[in-house]
């Protein structure tokens, strides 16, 4: 989830150790009853390494002793707290550091020009780990060769598409963030709607909502987050990643204008707000209770509507918070839908233990004991069934979740990729200029191409305006 973390302890510095070995990695997943002993352990042994002359050069070497820097932010701070708490031993070995992760690419070129200082472990969204994965900042390990095919093969469908570039695996998909449906289900009884199932019967929900309850809404469009929601569930082109060479961009898709035509007709009569979800005007609209519905992430359930004292969107647990399926266009043969966040483990190629960096990711995205607690959707399948549990069992909701945030995550829109360069930057930026100046954000499109093109290609893409 989006928050904001300064850089709590020291970094530790590291030498720089030769790529030399292939590591074959097994996961052995072990259970036992008594009270002392976790019922989820990963054990990665040193004695399963193995060497390929095609690869050998390109994994880095073990020092079983050296310790590991891990940088992660406070929900995965939980996690690693009982990480502790089940293996002290392999967790003395490691250094937690709470950190901005948006520092993640300007760090590494840093610690590359010391040639000391960088971390093991980073857990950061795939645009961030797209822009280390280049020859300037060469940080990423590929943990395809070096993780068993059992874990990868236990995870959703497409999970680790953004986690992908080119043949590599760059990070272990932690969660995915698909955006849903979200309805104050009292509020819709009240004013007798029902839920809409496709973008049409949305807007047309949005226009009744403003001559009937004015100063109710039905979502938010006011930062870069705003424009995913809407213009990569209408299938929009802003910035899509065909290959390593090419990115696909045309803002005068059909696609796009039709995003951006709901967009304005919602924000000129008012239900659509022009805040971000964090914004505290944002916060005071759902707090009074005008909030009817919004799109957003799967996260968000727990972590802002909250339902008890002191959440961001809802004091109160009262099962009145609706999950529903993502929308549909009328027209589209399928669902699409954005996500926001939905990160993963990253880990350097010149780490010095990567048996125990290996061990903590997986323990992390499959640990029943974290995820009973965390707001993350997660798509490592074995664990979700405790994450289920936990949902369905709060007041919070009037509905189970778990379904609607299934197909959800199985509906991320192919075009939600990772460029090399800043697109969520660019889209803020015309996102705040459409909402300061009060125009619509249709007049902004053939501006935004040519700003998205220039990044693109001074990123070395060749940019794509058609694909068959």
Avoid at 356 to 378: C, G, K, R
Wanted: proline share 9%; hydrophobic share 40%.
């Amino acid at each position: 989830m989006p928050s904001i973390f300064i850089l709590k302890e020291p970094l530790m510095t590291k030498r720089f150790l030769p790529l030399v070995l292939l590591f074959t990695l097994t996961l052995v997943i072990t259970a036992c009853r008594a009270p002392t002993r976790p019922p989820f352990q990963t054990t990665i042994p040193s004695s399963s390494i193995k060497a390929s002359p095609t690869t050998a050069s390109l994994i880095p070497s073990a020092t079983p002793q050296a310790k590991i820097i891990i940088w992660l932010d406070g929900t995965r701070r939980e996690g690693a707290d009982i990480y502790k708490k089940f293996f002290p031993e392999k967790a003395a070995q490691m250094e937690f550091v709470e950190v901005d992760r948006g520092r993640f690419p300007a760090e590494v070129l840093r610690f590359n020009k010391q040639g000391k200082g960088w971390p093991d472990v980073v857990f950061a969204e795939p645009d961030l780990v797209a822009q280390v994965a280049d020859a300037e900042h060469d940080f990423p390990l590929d943990l395809k060769p070096v993780l068993p095919a059992e874990v990868l093969n236990n995870f959703e469908p497409h999970a680790h598409d953004a986690c992908t570039f080119g043949d590599k695996l760059y990070c272990l998909r932690h969660d995915t963030a698909p955006m849903v449906l979200y309805y104050n289900k009292l509020l819709m009884d009240q004013f007798g709607y029902a839920t809409p199932s496709t973008w049409e019967e949305y807007q047309a929900l949005g226009e009744r909502l403003a001559q009937e309850h004015p100063g109710y809404i039905v979502g938010s469009f006011g930062d870069a987050w705003g424009f995913k929601t809407y213009f990569d569930a209408s299938g929009c082109p802003s910035a899509w990643v065909l290959n390593e060479q090419q990115v696909h961009i045309n803002f005068n898709d059909p696609r796009c204008t039709r995003a951006a035509r709901l967009v304005d007709r919602l924000r000129s009569n008012g239900t659509l707000a022009p805040y971000g979800y964090f914004d505290p005007s944002f916060n005071q609209i759902a707090k009074k209770n005008k909030l009817l519905m919004m799109i957003g992430p799967a996260w968000m359930a727990i972590y802002s509507f909250g339902g008890k004292p002191g959440s961001q969107y809802y004091d109160a647990a009262e099962h009145q918070l609706g999950v529903a399926a993502p929308l549909r266009w009328a027209s589209d043969p399928q669902v699409m839908t954005s996500a926001m966040g939905g990160a993963g483990w990253v880990v350097s190629k010149r780490t010095q233990n990567l048996p125990l960096a290996l061990d903590f990711i997986t323990w992390m995205v499959s640990a029943p004991e974290f995820w009973a607690i965390t707001p993350d959707y997660p798509v490592y399948v074995p664990v979700q069934p405790a994450w289920e549990k936990a949902v369905t069992a709060n007041p919070l909701f009037a509905n189970d979740p778990f379904p609607a945030m299934q197909s959800a995550s199985q509906a991320i829109s192919p075009l939600f990729t990772a460029p090399r360069f800043d697109v969520m930057g660019i889209l803020g930026d015309f996102v705040g200029r459409a909402l300061s100046e009060k125009k619509p954000f249709e007049g902004y499109l053939p501006d935004l191409q040519v700003k998205m093109t220039a990044q693109a290609e001074a990123a070395g893409y060749q940019v794509v305006t058609d694909v068959k």
